[in-house]
Nanobody, 120 residues
């Protein structure tokens, strides 16, 4: 069974920084795309950033220039460095994996989420 475990959330003031980490475990052979989604209160979950196994990245416009996604394929880990945080970044951040190959498993996975709160 594939598991994703996030860490690094917390409370930060406007303009501050946080680094989220997500480790995938479970006899993983490869993961195609890893990404971060977020869900603010009363809103739908949406993509923040994603990175392919080759390092190609994609960001939503509102975080470009402030957030950086990276991954360590050897450690099955994805990171999200968040700088210049704004109150509108407040949300539960979820790690996502697509195209997971792990034993007989083929599919995706979600983490349990980590809360990021940005105070004004």
């Amino acid at each position: 069974q594939v598991q994703l475990v996030e860490s690094g959330g917390g409370l930060v003031q406007t303009g501050g920084s946080l680094r989220l980490s997500c480790v995938a475990s479970g006899s993983i052979f490869s993961i195609n795309v890893m990404g971060w989604y977020r869900q603010a209160p009363g809103k739908q979950r949406g993509l923040v950033a994603a990175i392919s196994s080759s390092g190609r990245t994609n960001y939503i416009d509102s975080v470009k220039g402030r957030f950086t996604i990276s991954r360590d394929n050897a450690k099955n880990t994805v990171y999200l460095q968040m700088n210049s945080l704004k109150p509108e970044d407040t949300a539960v951040y979820y790690c996502n994996a697509l195209g997971v190959v792990a034993g007989d498993y083929r599919g995706g996975a979600w983490g349990q989420g980590t809360l990021v709160t940005v105070s004004s």
